[in-house]
């Protein structure tokens, strides 16, 4: 499975596309780890808006999105 794709929609809400799991949940930082990269998310009143098979979305205020390699 290749790398995340990662859609952000100005400073509220980030859509992750492809297989992930959350592996931090906090109101002001969540990762979500996709195969060998985790997605980092910091801000504040995040949440999880959207999670399924292929996608899910966090919504707040969107300070920081980083990728992290290997045990992230």
Same mark, same amino acid.
């Given at each position: 499975? +290749?790398?995340? #794709? %990662?859609?952000?929609? $100005? ?5 992750? &596309?492809?297989?992930? =799991? ?12 996709? +195969?060998?990269? #985790? %997605?980092?998310?910091? $801000? ?5 808006? &959207?999670?399924?098979? =292929? ?18």
């Amino acid at each position: 499975m +290749g790398d995340p #794709t %990662v859609e952000l929609d $100005g400073n509220r809400s980030v859509v992750i &596309t492809g297989r992930c =799991a959350i592996t931090l949940y906090s109101e002001t930082e969540m990762r979500v780890r996709c +195969g060998g990269l #985790t %997605v980092r998310v910091s $801000g504040d009143g995040l949440e999880l808006r &959207t999670l399924d098979e =292929a996608e899910l979305s966090i919504v707040g205020l969107i300070a920081e999105v980083g990728f992290l390699t290997g045990e992230g």
